[in-house]
């Protein structure tokens, strides 16, 4: 077999292995500069990362343009897609403002260790088939890796308008994994054929004007920045627009005309464990200890905000819900220990009175 043929027939083992282990979307890009680099540095100078500081260090903006800057002698990278989506919320439930909303990939269990492991699986196996010592890399959502843009380049999808990767015959509820190694393969076909065209439903749907232009997203304004990255104070002029959202947030995708493509996972582990996952009662929230919230959070993806965060959001939502029932936990917050859910209670009571 001669090397190109070999690079062909390691390709669709490689993708073959992926698809074994449960990824739904798997493609191979060539490790070189991201894509669309200059939009990126733009949008760092722009300050549009907010507090996400860690995303402007110069160490991390170059490993993140260039891989091989993340693993000397990087040749070729896996990217892979998961089907998160755990299907709709009823509607009962969504048009109940005493209840606060959860995005639908935080319904289940985190994702990032379930993935790693079948990425370590597909790296191990990599290196069986190449019949070598494969020097590999493995990133799921937290390393300096632009995985929208490889992803793209691999033959996932492209990025829409709401800068979300989308697949046209699988919506955009993707997780979103890679391999770095040092081997070199046949790329993917990378051309999907398909665009947002001149929709621009997630620029119109968003509560708070995040998508400031089509495929630019300020996340200062952003509700799942708001919610989750955010560790102060919620801007007050933003309060009112965060509606009940109290971990991340839907919308932009949700209106995405390519969403009808968009299939009920079969990973049962990121299905939700019942409305109170999806969907809590506020009033329940905002009486929470600290070991009432590990008890119904750890090892989903809300624990990683924390207790403080959680009521710090759940209080803006009582506060937009304005109704007198919640009077009372909200009073009750004003002792709470935290001094950040003291102070959104407080809002949140000014504007029920």
């Not at 077999?1 to 083992?13: D, I, K, Y």
């Not at 965060?242 to 969403?259: K, R, S």
């Not at 009808?260 to 990973?267: G, H, K, L, M, P």
């Amino acid at each position: 077999m001669n090397p190109l043929e070999t690079c062909q027939v390691l390709t669709e083992r490689i993708c073959n292995r992926a698809r074994e282990l449960g990824f739904d979307l798997v493609g191979i890009a060539p490790a070189r500069p991201a894509p669309a680099l200059d939009a990126y540095r733009s949008w760092l100078a722009q300050g549009y990362h907010g507090e996400m500081s860690y995303m402007a260090r110069p160490d991390r903006v170059e490993r993140r343009e260039d891989p091989s800057r993340i693993m000397p002698g990087v040749r070729s990278i896996v990217c892979v897609g998961l089907n998160y989506y755990p299907g709709g919320l009823p509607a009962s439930l969504g048009r109940d403002p005493s209840r606060g909303l959860v995005s639908n990939y935080a319904w289940g269990m985190d994702y990032h260790d379930l993935i790693a492991s079948r990425l370590e699986k597909l790296a191990a196996f990599i290196g069986t088939q190449a019949g070598r010592e494969v020097a590999a890399r493995v990133y799921v959502d937290t390393g300096p890796v632009l995985e929208r843009a490889h992803a793209a380049a691999a033959g996932l999808g492209f990025v829409g308008k709401n800068t979300c990767l989308i697949h046209p015959k699988m919506g955009s509820w993707l997780f979103l994994g890679e391999v770095l190694f040092d081997l070199e393969l046949d790329p993917t076909p990378a051309e999907m054929g398909a665009s947002c065209g001149t929709c621009r439903r997630c620029l119109d749907a968003c509560p708070t004007g995040a998508l400031v232009a089509p495929y630019v997203l300020d996340a200062r304004r952003c509700i799942s920045y708001l919610t989750i990255e955010l560790k102060g104070p919620i801007p007050r002029e933003l309060r009112p627009l965060v509606g009940n959202w109290i971990y991340g947030c839907d919308v932009c995708q949700a209106v995405c005309p390519w969403q009808r493509f968009a299939r009920r996972t079969v990973e049962r582990s990121f299905h939700a464990g019942g409305p109170d996952r999806a969907a809590p009662s506020l009033l329940d929230l905002m009486g929470m200890d600290e070991d009432a919230f590990r008890q119904r959070y750890d090892g989903t993806p809300v624990s990683r905000i924390g207790r403080r965060q959680l009521l710090r959001n759940a209080a803006v939502a009582l506060g937009n819900w304005g109704d007198g029932q919640a009077v009372p936990v909200l009073t009750k917050a004003l002792t709470d220990p935290e001094p950040l859910v003291r102070e959104h209670a407080a809002w949140a009571l000014g504007r029920l009175e």
